[in-house]
């Protein structure tokens, strides 16, 4: 693994190399991500409704991780790296999908081939930053106006036999009675 002073021969600072273990915990922690462990990562998930990270080695610790994921049968999304680069798009799309819509079980994959590859500290700065400004754009087009919102209370208020019905992803959402 390379460290993070690891300097390429005849560069600056602004060219210090970083391997995949170095860009992963830095995508992690843009992203939002908290490491937590097994049983613990899920409740966290489910009380905060920010993802809840469990690391472990693939293969036996991937299985016996995902069996402490409160019986939940399928993943939302499975994303594996095969180069450097895409390690942080990666990390944003499962802790995305972590947090999106149903949240759920999430599995990223950063193989070892991957983990100990190197990058310039400062490609790795504008692959993080190109994956924040894709997922600004991203995040205006899935918003629900206010003005949607208070037509959608005014249709429930003036319904004659109104009917609501709601699950855990109501409770998930925090919807609250106004």
Same mark, same amino acid.
Do not use: W
């Given at each position: ?27 992690? /922690?843009?992203?939002?991500? +908290?490491?937590?462990?097994? %049983? ?8 905060? #409704? &920010? !993802? $809840? ?27 594996? /790296?095969?180069?450097?680069? +895409?390690?942080?798009?990666? %990390? ?8 999106? #819509? &149903? !949240? $759920? ?74």
């Amino acid at each position: 693994m390379a460290d993070s002073d690891t300097k390429a021969p005849n560069s600056h600072a602004s060219q210090t190399l970083i391997d995949g273990n170095v860009l992963a915990a830095k995508a992690l /922690a843009r992203f939002g991500a +908290d490491r937590m462990f097994g %049983v613990v990562a899920s409740a966290y998930g489910y009380l905060t #409704g &920010r !993802p $809840g990270v469990l690391l472990t080695v693939s293969g036996p610790g991937c299985v016996h991780g995902l069996a402490d994921r409160s019986r939940e049968t399928l993943l939302q999304i499975v994303c594996k /790296a095969k180069d450097i680069r +895409d390690i942080p798009d990666c %990390v944003f799309r499962v802790i995305d999908r972590a947090i999106s #819509g &149903r !949240p $759920g079980a999430c599995y990223l994959d950063l193989p070892s081939d991957v983990l100990h590859q190197t990058i310039q500290e400062s490609d790795a700065e504008s692959l993080l930053d190109a994956v924040a400004e894709s997922s600004e754009k991203r995040e205006a087009v899935f918003r629900v106006s206010n003005s949607d919102t208070e037509k959608a209370v005014s249709l429930l208020r003036n319904a004659e036999r109104p009917l609501i019905v709601c699950g855990k992803g109501a409770a998930l959402l925090e919807l609250r009675t106004r």
